[in-house]
C-alpha cells in the first residue's frame, strides 16, 4: 500500500525513528505480559494498514508512550510484520504477504462452507446447495442431500439459470437493473421458457435485493421450491451462495418465509469465515431451535 510522505521541515526526520536491535532484546523482567503485548502488536499493524505509518503517529492513534511505540514496532520489524524506510516511515512488511497467500490457499470456498451446509441440511432435513457464478449461469460446487422422500435431482458441476433458480437470483442481487435485464434476456435468447414476465421478476428482484434473500417459486422445476441467500468475501463482494432446497409438499409459503432467518444466518456465517466484516442483512427473528452453528 501506499506510504506517508515525511513533512518536509526541520526536524521532521525525529519522527521516524530506526528500529534498534537492542529494542527486543529487552530483559524478560521489563517485558509487559504476554498477552497485552501480543495485542498491543497486533493494534500497530492494524494502525499501520490504515495508513499512520510515522513513529509519532503509531502512538497516538494506540494511545501509547513514544517509547513503547517504536519498542513494539521495533519488534515487528525484525520479525518482517513491519518495513521500516528512514524518511517514510512504517508500512506491512513481506511476512504478511507470504502469511496471506497462505491464508488464501487455505480458505477453500467448499472448505470454509461445508460445515455450515451439514448444520443447516441436518436442521431442516432439506437439499443444501453451494453455487457460484459461472457467466450468466450458476454452477454448483457442492450439495448436502437432504433427508425427504423426494429426492432434488442435481449435480455438482451442473449449471443452472440465474434468473430462475434461488441460488441464481441470490448470486446477482448486486445487479444493476440493466445487468439484470441482461440476465432475463440471456436465457430467452437460449431457447428456454419462463413463466415470469420480466417486469414481474424485476419486481421480485428489486424486492430480494432489499432484503438479502431470494426464493424459486417452482420456476425452474415444476414442484421443487427454494429459499437461496448469497455469500460474500473480504471486500463485500457476492463470490457465491446457498440454497436450501425441497419438493413443494414440504414447502409451504409460510415455511420458506420461516425458513429465511436459518438459511441468511448461515450464509452470514460462511461470509464471515471469509473474511467479511461488513453490514449484513438481520435475518427476521427465527424461531427456538433453529440450526446449531458448527464449532469453531
Known amino acids: 500500500m501506499a506510504t506517508k510522505a515525511a513533512p518536509a521541515k526541520r526536524g521532521a526526520a525525529k519522527s521516524f525513528e530506526a528500529p534498534k536491535a537492542q529494542a527486543t532484546a529487552r ?13 498491543r502488536g497486533l493494534d500497530v499493524i ?8 510515522a513513529l509519532q503517529d503509531l ?17 515487528l520489524v525484525e520479525r518482517r510484520y513491519l518495513k521500516f524506510i528512514r524518511g517514510v516511515g512504517y508500512s506491512l512488511g513481506p511476512r504478511l504477504l507470504e502469511l496471506g497467500y497462505v491464508a488464501g490457499q487455505q480458505t477453500s470456498l467448499q472448505r470454509v462452507a461445508r ?11 432439506d437439499t443444501v446447495h453451494l453455487g457460484v457464478r459461472e ?9 448436502i442431500p437432504g433427508r425427504r422422500r423426494v429426492e ?6 451442473e449449471l443452472q439459470p440465474l434468473r430462475s433458480t434461488g441460488i441464481g437470483k441470490a448470486l446477482i442481487l448486486d445487479a444493476s437493473e440493466s445487468q439484470l435485464r441482461e440476465y432475463y434476456q440471456f436465457e430467452t435468447s437460449q ?3 419462463y413463466n415470469v414476465r420480466i417486469s414481474t421478476w424485476l419486481e421480485r428482484m428489486r424486492n430480494y435485493a432489499r432484503n438479502g434473500y431470494a426464493f424459486d417459486l417452482e420456476e425452474n422445476e415444476d414442484q421443487i421450491r427454494c429459499v437461496a441467500a448469497p455469500i460474500r468475501d473480504v471486500t463485500g463482494r457476492i463470490v457465491a451462495a446457498i440454497s436450501l432446497s425441497s419438493a413443494a409438499q414440504y414447502m409451504s409459503d409460510t415455511r420458506m418465509n420461516g425458513l429465511v432467518p436459518d438459511v441468511q444466518e448461515t450464509a452470514n456465517d460462511i461470509s464471515s469465515a471469509l473474511g467479511y466484516a461488513g ?18
Open 135 to 143: 457467466g450468466s449461469r450458476a454452477l454448483y460446487l457442492d450439495k
Open 115 to 125: 460445515e455450515y451446509l451439514e448444520a443447516l441440511a441436518d436442521a431442516t432435513g
Open 152 to 157: 432434488i435431482i442435481s449435480r455438482i458441476g
Open 46 to 53: 492494524d494502525v499501520v494498514a490504515k495508513g499512520d505509518t
Open 59 to 75: 502512538a497516538t492513534a494506540l494511545g501509547l508512550p513514544r517509547s513503547t511505540a517504536h519498542r513494539l514496532a521495533a519488534a
Open 191 to 193: 431457447g428456454s421458457s
Open 27 to 39: 530483559p524478560e523482567g521489563n517485558s509487559p505480559s504476554g498477552t497485552r503485548t501480543l495485542t
Open 279 to 296: 453490514q449484513q442483512p438481520e435475518p427476521p427473528q427465527r424461531k427456538p431451535g433453529g440450526v446449531k452453528k458448527p464449532r469453531r
